[in-house]
């Protein structure tokens, strides 16, 4: 079992950046942490979850990224810290949600736009106002 715990929401203006970072505990050591492809979630109330970023197994060369946030959005994968983390930058109203962050066992970062993840986190509330 992979637990991942999601820090660093807040409420920001527009325009401002916010960093987001998920932490991997559980059933997974660096080397094990490695073999996961690692994506961020958002949803708002009422909408279903959409895929924002994804970073895929291994070296972290392979991230992927919504049409909506591309250069603004930036995320990372640091595999000796069993972290990923989100930069995300010129932030909009419309980037209002509860992000998410997910896992997935050896996939592609493009994958992670298309299957279901294997695991969640509880999500953080990122709020930005105008």
């Known amino acids: 079992q992979v637990e991942l715990v999601e820090s660093g929401g807040g409420l920001v203006q527009t325009g401002d950046s916010l960093r987001l970072s998920c932490r991997a505990s559980?059933?997974?050591?660096?080397?094990?942490?490695?073999?996961?492809?690692m994506a961020w979630f958002r949803q708002v109330p009422g909408r279903e979850r959409e895929f924002v970023a994804s970073v895929g197994w291994g070296e972290n060369t392979d991230t992927h990224y919504a049409e909506s946030v591309k250069g603004r959005f930036t995320v990372s994968k640091d595999n000796a810290k069993k972290t990923v983390d989100l930069q995300m930058n010129d932030l909009k109203v419309e980037d209002t949600a509860v992000y998410y962050c997910a896992a997935t066992p050896m996939s592609s970062a493009q994958a992670m736009n298309k299957v279901t993840p294997n695991y969640w986190g509880q999500g953080t509330q990122v709020n930005v106002s105008s």
């Open positions: 559980g059933r997974t050591g660096a080397a094990y942490f490695r073999n996961y492809g």
